[in-house]
T-cell receptor
Framework: DSGVTQTPKHLITATGQRVTLRCSPR?????VYWYQQSLDQGLQFLIQ???????AKGNILERFSAQQFPDLHSELNLSSLELGDSALYFC?????????FGPGTRLTVL | DAKTTQPPSMDCAEGRAANLPCNHS???????VYWYRQIHSQGPQYIIH???NNETNEMASLIITEDRKSSTLILPHATLRDTAVYYC????????????FGTGTRLTIIP
């Protein structure tokens, strides 16, 4: 058990809709990272937050946004969903040595 | 971050040592070698990391060549639960690195 929780486990929605994925980092970890894993792209880094502040950005689309709250949980908001957004979305947290990944949220856009 | 090259797949007999190679010939002096694995759509799992010395923990050993251009992850006694995709990642900015995952090596443990 990595100590990182993600909800929901599965999400099915339609194109054009908006969803929110939630992540609670392992206790004590200040950094949160979001990754997307689709069949044809592999694991792609999206964005990192550290103690509430955005620290690094990767291949995150403008339709996607994230934030980290004072209690350190994070949310990834995906809007105007397209079929190609169907993927596994992983959250990871870190206190410096290696990352702890959550179990992921599987998003299916129909 | 330096590029890494791994074989796409490998098999290993259960109970034997699994040796997974990784080439990173363009690694720079301040970059670390990390290994993660992903078991069938679960979240990736951190295994081990190193800078230039060999490292060992309860999961695996990491052997880094003297010129640091390649490394080998060793699972000493592979079990069926070690079947996974193994990723070798080279990155600087230790501790806050945004990991770039390649395609990894799909390791299959054969009973």
């Amino acid at each position: 058990d990595s100590g990182v929780t993600q909800t929901p486990k599965h999400l099915i929605t339609a194109t054009g809709q908006r969803v929110t994925l939630r992540c609670s980092p392992r206790s004590g970890d200040l950094s949160v990272y979001w990754y997307q894993q689709s069949l044809d792209q592999g694991l792609q880094f999206l964005i990192q937050y550290y103690n509430g502040e955005e620290r690094a950005k990767g291949n995150i689309l403008e339709r996607f946004s994230a934030q980290q709250f004072p209690d350190l949980h994070s949310e990834l908001n995906l809007s105007s969903l397209e079929l190609g957004d169907s993927a596994l979305y992983f959250c990871a947290s870190s206190a410096g040595l290696g990352k702890n990944f959550g179990p992921g949220t599987r998003l299916t856009v129909l | 971050d330096a590029k890494t090259t791994q074989p796409p797949s490998m098999d290993c007999a259960e109970g034997r040592a699994a040796n997974l190679p990784c080439n990173h010939s363009t690694i720079s002096g301040n970059e670390y070698v990390y290994w993660y694995r992903q078991i069938h759509s679960q979240g990736p799992q951190y295994i081990i990391h190193g800078l230039k010395n060999n490292e060992t923990n309860e999961m695996a050993s990491l052997i880094i060549t003297e010129d640091r251009k390649s490394s080998t992850l060793i699972l000493p006694h592979a079990t069926l639960r070690d079947t996974a995709v193994y990723y070798c990642i080279v990155t600087g900015n230790f501790g806050n690195e945004k990991l770039t995952f390649g395609t990894g090596t799909r390791l299959t443990i054969i009973p």
